[in-house]
């Protein structure tokens, strides 16, 4: 089990040391908070026009085409991110990471299926996912509180 405490030094460091004093981290939160808030904003108000077919198809089908619930859901994504307590933070944090999974999923179906499908956005909602989790780890181990 020492060697798995050993993997967690780095990152320890990196939210205690006095040089870093976490901008990095808070940085990186902001950028996904908007990436949530905006995704969810743009589903929401672009409705299911902003969702082009053929790569769309899959997420689209996966709710039977009300896709108001993939708006919905990155935005609690976002309001949970605001919230500057511990716990909060983490279920946000799976919750969106959860969602960039599913939606990066989706998308290599689309890809799979549809020849025309565009593998863009399966990247980048792979990367956000990565992202998701780095801060999910950062999080878990921060004892801090706020």
């Not at 993997?7 to 808070?26: C, D």
């Not at 999923?105 to 996912?129: N, Q, R, W």
Request: glycine share 10%; with cysteine.
């Amino acid at each position: 089990m020492r060697w798995i405490e050993a993997m967690f030094v780095p990152m320890r460091h990196f939210l205690t040391s006095a040089w870093g004093e976490r901008t990095i981290m808070q940085w990186v939160a902001n950028v996904m908070l908007i990436v949530h808030g905006g995704l969810g904003i743009a589903i929401l108000v672009g409705g299911l026009g902003r969702l082009t077919p053929p790569s769309y198809d899959p997420i689209i089908d996966l709710v039977n085409g009300h896709i108001w619930i993939w708006g919905v859901w990155s935005i609690v994504v976002a309001v949970l991110l605001v919230v500057p307590l511990r716990w909060p933070n983490i279920i946000g944090l799976v919750f969106g990471m959860f969602w960039m999974y599913l939606w990066c999923g989706l998308f290599a179906i689309a890809i799979a299926k549809y020849p025309e499908a565009s593998a863009t956005a399966m990247v980048a909602y792979g990367g956000f996912a990565l992202l998701d989790l780095g801060l999910l780890v950062v999080r878990v181990i921060d004892r801090d509180e706020g």
